[in-house]
């Protein structure tokens, strides 16, 4: 993709009432655009990278055998009234249709998917049950804040679990916190295992909390045992001794990026859904929820994986791979070939599957096309001037190193193919 | 993945209050969920169909150039008072948030998409402009019916194209239909060009209307040029000579399935949004916008093509490739190998990227399980019994044809790949 075509591009000054980096630099980067507080269109790159973490997700969800489902997000009022939730989850919008029908917008689904799997579920035979979805919540948020982060409209990955005994429910709950624990580490980013509140009769639920100073989440973490506290239900505070290992705990700000709830028989019983197990007893399904918001994840990347001059994204989520950035000059001969380099270069990194964006402008210094680069935050930036073609190479700079080096042009591609398929490992930067 | 383990399985009934062949077969085989009028939810079948379709629309919109982006649904009140068009579109649902804050929700996007236009664009040389989402709509409709063809909530593609002069303008307009014609010949449907009214300043609008008694539209076609107009600013009538070639009128139902728009300067004028041509004339932006709903593509779809026992999906679309059968037999040698032959061929096109629906239920007969390969529509079916296995051979049978054939075993993975790999004609069904 040639930059000159992109639509969304960088903007010189940063947004005047940004509260967080990821909501400065994703819209200064022309990644999203702001439509009122909470709500963001995704531009094309923007797009590509929230695209790229819910398709992590997918992967991880249908690897544990989960089946992707699409819920809408009218509701009618009448499943609502059956939990007792219509009046009772107030971040949920309400509006009426024709003939003053009652609907409300989805902030959740439980109320949806388990009228849908009673109706499917015909024997013991069929559990445990478990489908997901990758759709739009809506949340009448009083204060939307930090940019992707508290969203009045964001993505969520909601998986549901239906099971005829609590064991089964607790076994398939450690499958999906391992399934969770690959979505983050692909995404690059830390997840800590965090007790919380949210579980019915007394079980805890389960966060996944990401460590960052711009977090709304406090949390008690021990880095020994690798466990931790959501402040709400925690028993020990900072400097503790952890109750597991004896380690010592530690206070941290975090992002909860995740999330998983044993829901016990509340929505199963609101609809009569109960099933005979394999010994003949009628009991009521045992539920579970488990849910990863891929707008979240985005905005959290940003804010643990950046520096003054911008973003730095894992090349698992980047929208390219490559950032290709070809220095002009007025040299019409010389001009020309850095051009026809540049141009077989990204076609043929193109070709072979590699994602290229290149900066080709004509009318821009290398100074800014460099700072461009280091907004947009692509791992990988690679430079064609008369400089490097003085040493038939290309200059090859990682995002999150100082030096850069030089590259021969006839291994360039080869390199740059390597350096994009090696296994991305979350340590690395 | 095998039918016992998917979740959404066919009804022995179809649903008593179905209006349209779509709304009963969806339901009735599982892909489809009614949450409440004219809003639903996608089961896994269901599902698949609905992203090849929107992946269909994606390519082509891609390959004119289209860049993806990703607005939201929950809009606030002043973009829509820009236009004057708050309490014009009778369709919109209103809603309120917090503060008394004023929401529509999106049931289109020109308001959402030209201020971000605008200030993206910088000069001349940034057009033409246009970017495309795949997103979802909602329409407060006194009357949702037909299934997936008239919802509430709904799949939509819509274009939005950016130019500075009228010849731009057309041009781009021309290259937009063909690549509509491109998806609805992958989609497997006959989708006829039509004049519509809906255009600014005296310019036709156009649809693209698929025929079919289920169709809501009157249109009058003429089979000579290809041509047709719908009745609402037709000047000819049933059994009249066509204007532009002779041929004779023919007056049809049909789906709209498309639609394409000169804007005019209504929407860039509301926000002023003008840029100077090459010659420094100054002048407002002109648009066009452009849909596709692939939901309601998945509702015509089922309408124009199925029979008495179910749906028939163009291999395109469908949501798998083969639908396998086994036949069970008391014998255990014999059942056990029709198993390992059945899991063999599963395993095998699976590894190779076909796309596999096994029904190895052991409590069904061959007629239920028959019965239900015919209702779901899966292009191509495959038999292993005992029968077949005594002529080492699978049974071949496309939904489309009345006979069946037998392939030898050794001979059935490759046969299978190239029927699935050979390109899709539109009229081979």
Known sequence: MRYSNLFGKTNKNAPHDADSANAKYLVQAGFVNQLAAGIYTYLPLGYRVLTKIQQIVREEMNAIGGQEVYMPALHPREPWEATGRWDEIDVMFHLKGHSDKDYALGSTHEEIITPIVKQFAHSYKDFPIFVYQIQDKFRNEARAKSGLLRGRE?????????????????????KVADA?????????????????????FGDASHEFQTPTESGEDIIFYCESCDYAWNKEVSQVKDGDLC??????????????????????????????????????????VIMGSYGIGPSRVMGAIVEVSHDERGMIWPKTVAPYHVHLVTV??????????????????????????????????????????????????????????????AEDSIEWKERYEKDAKLVKLIDAKEEIQSYVNEPYETTSH
Chains 1, 2 share one sequence.
């Open 243 to 284: 109750p597991k290992c004896e380690g010592i705990v530690k206070e941290m700000k975090a992002i909860e990026v995740g999330n998983i709830f044993p829901l016990g028989t509340k929505f199963s019983e609101a609809v009569g859904f109960t099933m005979q197990d394999e010994n003949g007893t009628e009991q009521a």
């Open 328 to 389: 002009n000059t007025k040299d019409e001969t010389r001009q020309q070939r850095i051009v026809d380099e540049a141009e077989s270069l990204h076609d043929d990194l193109t070709q072979a599957g590699v994602e290229v964006l290149w900066d080709d402008r004509g009318n821009k210094s290398p100074g800014e096309k460099f700072a461009d680069a280091d907004l947009i935050g692509i791992p990988l930036r690679i430079v064609i001037s008369e400089k490097t073609l």
């Open 180 to 200: 969770y624990r690959k979505v983050f580490k692909r995404c690059g980013i830390k997840a800590i295992y965090t007790e919380a509140s949210g579980g019915t």
């Open 154 to 174: 964001f993505s969520m990955k909601d998986l549901y679990s239906f099971h005829l005994s609590e064991e089964n429910r607790a076994e398939f709950y450690e």
